[in-house]
């Protein structure tokens, strides 16, 4: 199993920027593909980036091609969302998900945290 804390959200401004984290537990990091989701106040939860267990392989919402870039480091079991040039519709509490290589679905989930975009 893997216990999955983020950080680093807050308030921005449109246009600022803010980097989150996802700290995992474990020794098996490496054996997961993470992702982030965001669900905003209203809305479904969404998938916003995935990557690969080996970090060459990733995925991106349409919305935030060019603005968020997901990596990871498997030697500090911890997942990244850069997200640059943020909107107002990026407000939304971000959600680490990690899903172990062979499953079909994300079946650990971290706490959230919330992102508010200022106009």
């Known amino acids: 199993q893997v216990q999955l804390v983020e950080s680093g959200g807050g308030l921005v401004q449109a246009g600022g920027s803010l980097r989150l984290s996802c700290a995992a537990s474990?020794?098996?990091?490496?054996?997961?593909?993470m992702a982030w989701f965001r669900q905003a106040s209203g809305k479904e939860r969404e998938l916003v980036a995935h990557?690969?267990?080996?970090?060459?392989?990733?995925y991106y919402t349409d919305s935030v091609k060019g603005r968020f870039t997901i990596s990871r480091d498997n030697a500090k079991n911890k997942v990244y969302l850069q997200m640059n040039s943020l909107k107002p519709e990026d407000t939304a509490v971000y959600y680490c998900?990690?899903?172990?290589?062979?499953?079909?679905?994300?079946?650990?989930w971290g706490q959230g945290t919330q992102v508010t975009v200022s106009a």
């Open positions: 998900a990690a899903r172990l290589v062979g499953q079909a679905a994300y079946g650990y």
């Open positions: 990557i690969h267990r080996s970090a060459g392989d990733t």
């Open positions: 474990g020794r098996t990091f490496s054996s997961y593909a």
